[in-house]
């Protein structure tokens, strides 16, 4: 997300904002699994539009403060850029949410962040046929291990029948599929369109496409005890607004492919916290699984090596150098 004009510069005199802010990222996402896990008797689609709704508001609030501060005007998307807004806003914010939200009143929040941490292949794999990224050995390799740990997951965590807990499994893949979609679909836009300005409206619309869920959210509202209320606010201040302004920090100083690798702390964050608040782990076998999945993510991820000598070497022979002209002597 973007930030104010003067946060690159605040990020330059202080080296370690980025790593703070990017802690801060990391450990308000990995609370979000807990937060959601503890509100399992609201229903997934009144707990989407309640945390969207809030975001909406505080991501208008950052706005705001953004004008005052440095007078910088809200850049409103046009055009063809209109539809990818859209499209992540639907997606990202709307049937992610609800799918994730569904999922985890079936399967415990450690388990469903590690399932999340496939995104990253899924990623890869929709570059290549996207964006025209080549792809390499290691990306299948990769894909071949983290779908190993996918079934172990699926397995450990399905129930006697084989049924209720599988489909929690396959809510948090079609989560993080959606997930991987919407990251492709926007990385274009970015060039166009602030960060910030981009995840507001794409959170506005959001927040329009959950509101089919609105007459379960306002029997939340008149129902629910006022604890799972301040945690729907939390979800929608916290993780989904504070944590993508601290992530866009981090990223005016970091490397998007470094500061991408420090997610795979997600799934170990969220089960401390869901062991701290919650009282519950994953089985071992998830846990297993949970680090194939990470396992196969770096496989895939890394690149291969070009062998610089070899290349350096056909380069001359091909093309040798060029002959200078100009006096003798010199």
Not at 27 to 49: E, N
Not at 88 to 94: A, E, K, P, Q
Not at 251 to 278: D, N
Not at 317 to 329: E, L, W
Request: proline share 8%.
């Amino acid at each position: 997300m973007s930030t104010p004009m003067s946060a690159p510069s605040r990020a330059t005199r202080l080296p370690a904002l980025p790593l703070v802010m990017a802690g801060t990222t990391l450990v308000l996402w990995a609370s979000a699994f807990v937060a959601i896990r503890h509100l399992q008797d609201v229903p997934p689609g009144a707990l989407a539009l309640g945390r969207t709704a809030v975001g909406t508001v505080v991501l208008a609030l950052f706005l705001l403060v953004r004008r005052i501060r440095t007078r910088r005007p809200m850049v409103v998307p046009r055009g063809r850029d209109w539809l990818p807004v859209v499209t992540v806003g639907v997606l990202w914010f709307g049937v992610y949410m609800v799918a994730l939200n569904a999922a985890e009143q079936r399967i415990d929040a450690g388990t469903a962040s590690m399932l999340v941490q496939i995104s990253p292949i899924v990623i890869a794999v929709l570059a290549v046929l996207f964006l025209g990224e080549r792809p390499h050995r290691g990306l299948f390799i990769g894909l071949a291990v983290a779908f190993t740990g996918v079934v172990l997951i699926g397995f450990a965590t399905s129930s006697g029948d084989g049924r209720g807990d599988l489909l929690g499994v396959l809510l948090v893949l079609l989560a993080a599929v959606v997930y991987s979609v919407s990251v492709i679909t926007q990385k274009p836009v970015l060039a166009r369109v602030p960060a910030l300005d981009m995840t507001f409206f794409a959170c506005l619309i959001g927040t329009v496409a959950c509101l089919p869920f609105s007459g379960q959210l306002v029997s939340v509202i008149d129902t629910a005890p006022a604890g799972n209320l301040w945690w729907i606010v939390y979800l929608g201040v916290f993780p989904t607004a504070v944590a993508f302004t601290s992530w866009a920090v981090a990223l005016t100083a970091m490397s998007a492919s470094s500061l991408g690798v420090t997610t795979y702390l997600v799934p170990l964050i969220t089960v401390l916290l869901a062991w701290l608040l919650l009282s519950e782990t994953p089985p071992w076998l998830a846990f297993v699984g949970g680090v194939l999945s990470l396992v196969g993510v770096g496989i895939a991820r890394r690149r291969p090596r070009v062998e610089p000598a070899r290349r350096s070497h056909e380069d001359d022979a091909s093309h040798p150098p060029p002959v200078r002209r100009g006096r003798p002597g010199r």
